[in-house]
């Protein structure tokens, strides 16, 4: 879960690190009030949960309330990369000196934490990290180590930042850990004219499995329509596990590694997957159902793939799972089934004993994936 970067400033301040003061208001009128109490002078910023706002035009200088008024008028309502503005942050302007970039994220690949940063931030960041990597440091965390005074120092200086930033690096990998973000990022940390540094910008992402313990957050209420797939959000809402692909060949599976092997199988039989959901081990009748309604939902799909080794689940419930979706939804698409394993005998017969015409048994897997491909790719 992606916080909104009024929300990534509370945090900061909440560690003890600078930033500017600022106010969220949803209501032009509301802006010119508290750019008042601000100072007058403020910066408007959109608050969506996307990066790109001030390029989008969604970060505005206003030099006054009745210009903030003004601004916060244009920016709300704004689409910025299909996420609807619904709030704007006030912020007290700051005179900028430099700007850094710095961020702590999960690198999955190297099983390892990583502090990235560098003394060239601000809006072109990915530019500069294309073009020129060798601007980019980007140091390893053990993160049974943590950030201590002199991993601090060693980020700052392998990135050409002022010792000052050191303090901001070890305060921000407390946010990391403490609030089970897999990424904080600020860019730009700002020194200001009078040799402050600031965090002007912040993103935080909060593992989604410790949600639960970062409730203040409460729900995502911008997540927005245009963001992931729709049937994802569907599945997700009905307890599935479904991931939108780009091929024909809908799948699904029990279990993780049985989904990804039947990815494989089908790959290697010509034809891309378009989806996989896992039904999981014990999966009832009813996942079954639910999950072929998302599975044809996708119109990308030209054939499904139900892959299914008995264990916990039986292959007779899945087999009346597949009977009980054909009442609800109107099949148009053929669909293949392999089912082994735990009551694969009676599975079988109660599909057989259905009869539909675009449902086919194939008995192995390799059999059933070469089917399902010729299905999808005729
Ligand atoms: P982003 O484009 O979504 O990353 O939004 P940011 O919050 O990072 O703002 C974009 C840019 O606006 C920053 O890189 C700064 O250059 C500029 N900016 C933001 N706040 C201030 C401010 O208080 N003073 C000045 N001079 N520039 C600011
Ligand atoms: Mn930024």
């Given at each position: 879960m ?8 509370e945090?900061?301040k909440g560690?003890g690190?600078a930033v500017p003061d600022?106010?969220?208001?949803d209501h032009?009128r509301?802006?010119?009030h508290?750019a ?9 910023k ?7 706002r001030?390029?989008?035009g ?6 006054d309330p009745a210009a ?9 309502g704004m689409?910025i ?5 619904r709030r704007?942050?006030l912020a007290?302007?700051v005179?900028?000196?430099?700007e850094f ?5 999960l ?6 934490f ?5 003394a060239e931030g601000?809006?072109d960041?990915?530019e500069v990290a294309?073009?020129?990597p060798e601007?980019?440091?980007r140091?390893p965390v053990?993160p049974?180590e943590?950030?201590?005074e002199?991993k601090?120092a060693e980020?700052?200086?392998a990135?050409?930042l ?6 901001v690096l070890?305060?921000?990998?407390q946010?990391l850990?403490r609030e089970d ?25 909060i593992d989604d ?5 970062q409730a203040r ?5 911008d997540?927005?329509k245009?963001?992931?797939?729709p ?7 009905r307890?599935?596990n479904?991931v939108k692909?780009?091929g024909e060949?809908g799948?699904?599976?029990?279990g993780?590694g049985?989904?990804m092997?039947t990815?494989d199988v089908?790959a290697?039989r ?14 009832s ?12 939902s996708?119109p ?5 793939l139900?892959?299914?080794?008995g ?5 007779d ?6 009977v009980?979706a054909?009442?609800?939804v ?7 089934v392999?089912?082994?394993g735990?009551n694969?005998a ?8 259905r009869a539909?015409?675009l449902v086919e048994q194939?008995?192995t897997?390799?059999?059933a994936?070469a089917?399902a ?5 005729r």
């Open positions: 992606d916080l909104y970067e009024h929300q990534a400033r945090l900061f560690y690190i600022a106010a969220v208001v032009p509301e802006a010119r508290a008042e109490l601000l100072g007058g002078r403020v910066v408007v959109a608050q969506v949960k996307t990066g790109g001030g390029k989008a969604g970060v505005k200088l206003a030099a903030a008024e003004i601004t916060a008028r244009q920016i709300l689409d990369k299909g996420h609807t503005v704007v942050m007290q302007p005179d900028i000196q430099d970039y710095v961020s702590y994220v690198d999955r690949a190297a099983g390892t990583l502090a990235i940063a560098s601000g809006m960041i990915e294309a073009t020129r601007a980019v440091a140091i053990d049974a943590g950030v201590t002199a601090a980020i700052a200086a990135a050409g002022p010792p000052e930033a050191g303090d070890r305060r921000l990998w946010v850990v973000a897999l990424l904080v990022e600020v860019n730009p940390l700002v020194r200001t004219v009078k040799g402050t540094v600031l965090a002007l910008d912040g993103k935080v992402t499995n410790a949600v639960f313990r957050w409460g729900e995502t209420p997540v927005p245009a963001e992931g797939d049937l994802e959000a569907a599945a997700r809402a307890g599935l479904y692909l780009d060949v799948i699904i599976g029990n993780a049985l989904v092997s990815l089908v290697g010509g034809a891309r997957p378009a989806n996989f959901l896992d039904i999981g081990g014990g999966a009748a009813q996942v079954m159902a639910d999950g072929l309604d998302v599975i044809l996708d990308d799909v030209r054939a499904v139900v892959n299914v080794f264990g916990i689940t039986a292959c419930a899945v087999a009346e799972g597949i009980q054909l009442e609800s109107h099949l148009t698409k053929p669909l293949v392999r089912l082994d735990n694969a009676r599975g079988r017969a109660v599909l057989d004993a539909h015409p194939v008995t897997m390799d059999g994936a089917r491909a010729q299905l999808a790719t």
